[in-house]
């Protein structure tokens, strides 16, 4: 597959362009560049992307709780995926190499959980709920599960 090509292809074609594979047996054939039926060009979407883009500076309202990453627990530049995960941006990496460690910007986080989620560490050595050690049966609670 010509990729450069490929990504010329649905460059040209816009937002709404699809790419298909044809794998048999997992061995890549022959692609298909298109248009995807679903989505209407005609609509114009500038304000709804507009407002999108304009988010709060400050969402803390929106968090129940307090998060905060232990230092000590957490990996630095070696891991990250908190930071990459997180949906609103919040986490933010703290220094390099040995010794940086990720921080949360309480003002950005919205309490979603997806940081202890997505912790490669026990979670409990690193992500703070309250200033505690994270219970499993607190995110349960807290989305009524």
């Given amino acids: 597959i010509d990729t450069p090509r490929v990504l010329s292809e649905m460059a040209d074609i816009g937002p709404e362009a699809r790419l ?3 794998r048999p047996e997992g061995k890549v054939i022959r692609y298909e560049v298109f248009q995807d039926p679903r989505v209407c060009p005609e609509i114009h979407r500038g304000a709804v ?5 304009e988010k709060p500076k400050d969402v803390s309202g929106w968090c129940t709780h307090e998060f905060f990453i232990d230092i000590k627990g957490c990996l630095g530049d070696e891991c990250g995926r908190c930071a990459i995960m997180c ?6 990496l703290m220094g ?6 990720h921080e949360i910007d309480p003002l950005a986080c919205k309490g979603c959980f997806i940081c202890w989620v997505e912790c490669v560490r026990t979670a409990a050595d690193c ?3 309250d200033g505690k050690t994270f219970d499993p049966t607190m995110r349960a609670k807290h989305f009524g599960e």
Avoid: D, M, R
């Avoid at 992307?49 to 883009?53: A, D, F, G, V």
């Avoid at 949906?87 to 933010?92: D, K, Q, R, V, W």
């Fill in 49 to 53: 992307i507009e407002n999108l883009q």
């Fill in 127 to 129: 992500i703070l709920v």
């Fill in 87 to 92: 949906p609103e941006n919040a986490i933010h």
């Fill in 20 to 22: 298909f594979l044809y």
């Fill in 96 to 101: 390099k190499g040995k010794g940086s460690f």
